[in-house]
């Protein structure tokens, strides 16, 4: 019966998805319907405008493909019980400084952080700490702080860092309330059947520890 349960749910999870494709489809359909009348009304603003989003989509053209690998690399070489111990609900404190710490690492367009963010919500992270590594990717990146102590001096550097994080966690924290309020939109952890999808369409079988191979 909960194998049943959990095939139906299985379905269920893909009609979503099918529509925020045909939904996404639309919008890009819109866009360009919109650009070009925008084009043909306003010439020159227009052949800027072509310009600029052609510029865009090379620039997604490059990054997309190395992030729905990184992506899948993570939904199935990351153990979900990982990320709950670090970032989940009984991370703490520590997970909230954790969680500003990788935020802060990486590099790149804020754009690449949302499906990692996403990412991190269905392996059971804490809400706070989604809100805190998207904030830190967003405004305190390392590189960004290097530039910042060597312009502007290590003062400043240090009050606006200082500043931004004591901003940051309450702000996370009632971020995380406001969330828990509704359940609409909520974004659910993964299930197995969708693991086991993921390691399917890449080939690969990430190393698991359970029962049946306890026993092996």
């Known amino acids: 019966m909960?194998?049943?349960k959990e095939e139906g749910t299985g379905a269920a999870a893909k009609t979503p998805l099918r529509k925020r494709i045909k939904w996404?489809?639309?919008?890009?359909?819109?866009?360009?319907?919109?650009?070009?009348?925008?084009?043909?009304?306003?010439?020159?603003?227009?052949e800027r405008a072509?310009?600029?989003?052609?510029?865009?989509?090379?620039?997604?053209?490059?990054?997309?493909?190395?992030?729905?690998?990184?992506?899948?690399?993570?939904?199935?070489?990351?153990?979900?019980?990982?990320v709950v111990k670090y970032l989940g609900k009984g991370s703490g404190t520590g997970g909230l400084f954790l969680a500003i710490?990788?935020?802060a690492l990486p590099t790149g367009p804020l754009y690449i952080a949302f499906p990692l963010a996403a990412m991190l919500l269905k392996k059971g992270a804490r809400v706070a700490n989604v809100v805190l590594f998207l904030s830190a990717w967003a405004c305190i990146k390392l590189p960004q702080e290097l530039m910042e102590l060597q312009f502007l001096g290590w003062k400043f550097m240090l009050l606006r860092l200082g500043l931004t994080i004591a901003v940051l966690i309450p702000m996370a924290l009632l971020a995380e309330v406001l969330y828990h309020r509704g359940e609409r939109g909520r974004i659910e952890p993964f299930a197995e059947e969708e693991?086991?999808?993921?390691?399917?369409?890449?080939?690969?079988?990430?190393?698991?520890?359970?029962?049946?191979?306890t026993e092996a």
């Open 24 to 46: 996404d489809l639309v919008a890009l359909a819109a866009s360009a319907v919109a650009l070009y009348g925008l084009s043909l009304a306003f010439p020159d603003k227009g």
């Open 50 to 82: 072509m310009v600029a989003s052609w510029e865009f989509f090379k620039e997604m053209a490059f990054v997309l493909p190395a992030l729905m690998i990184l992506m899948g690399l993570f939904a199935v070489w990351v153990d979900r019980r990982i």
């Open 101 to 103: 710490v990788l935020g």
């Open 195 to 213: 693991v086991e999808m993921v390691e399917e369409s890449l080939g690969i079988k990430a190393p698991r520890t359970g029962p049946a191979e």
């Open 2 to 4: 909960s194998k049943n």
